[in-house]
């Protein structure tokens, strides 16, 4: 069974009236709820948020997490960074992370990439285009092609992040814009997933297919061996290259 942390930021659906409208239950409510609809009994889903002690992330939370996916948008800012820190040793050690919509600018994430991680928008209830470019990924598996999504917020190259090691998804937009909306990478023992899509605004993480590539990105950054950190050891003997 893999134990997932779904994480929100949690700030919208406390201030913004149009926010608990679409999500009542709150977005890391609702993305949780998916995942349990998606994934049944493989999956075992608790959620966290900014507002709690370490923002919910303690070292025995993250520790009992296989997968975190993040959501922030307003307050990036307020995460500790002693949170991010351990955050981002948990990756490094096999942790998978999926990083959602906004959570571009998280400091976790610009920390893992290294760049500024970023870009082009505009809110205009615009419909997206998301595009499979990599059929075989197990993480568009299941996923129509293209996916409409009928409303979003509009995200647009360049995408300041590292090339990723795979691209799942590209998006396009009424304007013409483009965006790599599903990239994969590896950083230490740990896979990361960004994820576009997903507007305070919009009911995307209503819609079924979207939870779907949501369940099968928790699939796909799931650790394959126990987590560690790397060691460094000093070889005290020859091996079988040095002997005579």
């Known amino acids: ?20 409208k679409i999500y009542p239950d709150t977005m890391h409510e609702t993305i949780a709820a998916g995942l349990r609809a998606k994934l049944g009994d493989e999956v075992k889903v608790r959620t966290a948020w900014l507002q709690q002690p370490e923002h919910g992330l303690t070292e025995e939370v993250l520790a009992e997490t296989d997968v975190l996916t993040w ?26 992370l999926i990083a959602l919509h906004s959570a571009h600018f998280s400091k976790i994430f ?12 505009r809110s205009e209830d615009d419909r997206e285009l998301l595009w499979t470019v990599a059929a075989g990924h197990p993480i568009a598996a299941g996923v129509p092609h293209p996916l409409v999504i009928p409303q979003e917020e ?9 090339q990723p090691d795979e691209l799942v998804f590209v998006s396009s937009f009424s304007g013409g814009e483009v965006f790599r909306s599903g990239c994969c990478y590896r950083r230490g023992q740990g896979r990361v997933f960004y994820f576009r899509p997903g507007d305070q605004e919009y009911p995307t993480y209503h819609q079924p297919e979207v939870q779907q590539i949501l369940a099968n990105a928790v699939q796909w950054a ?8 790397p060691d460094v050891h000093h070889r005290k003997t020859p091996g ?5």
């Open 1 to 20: 069974m893999l134990n997932v942390t779904v994480w929100g930021e949690n700030v919208h659906e406390q201030d913004d009236a149009a926010v608990q």
């Open 240 to 244: 079988w290259f040095d002997q005579a």
């Open 110 to 121: 610009k920390k893992l990439m290294g760049t500024t991680c970023s870009l082009d928008w």
């Open 222 to 229: 799931a650790p394959v061996v126990p987590r560690q950190l």
């Open 71 to 96: 959501w922030g948008h307003r307050a990036h800012g307020d995460v500790d960074d002693a949170v991010v820190e351990r955050v981002q040793e948990a990756v490094l050690s096999g942790m998978g």
């Open 154 to 162: 509009m995200y647009g190259e360049l995408f300041d992040v590292p």
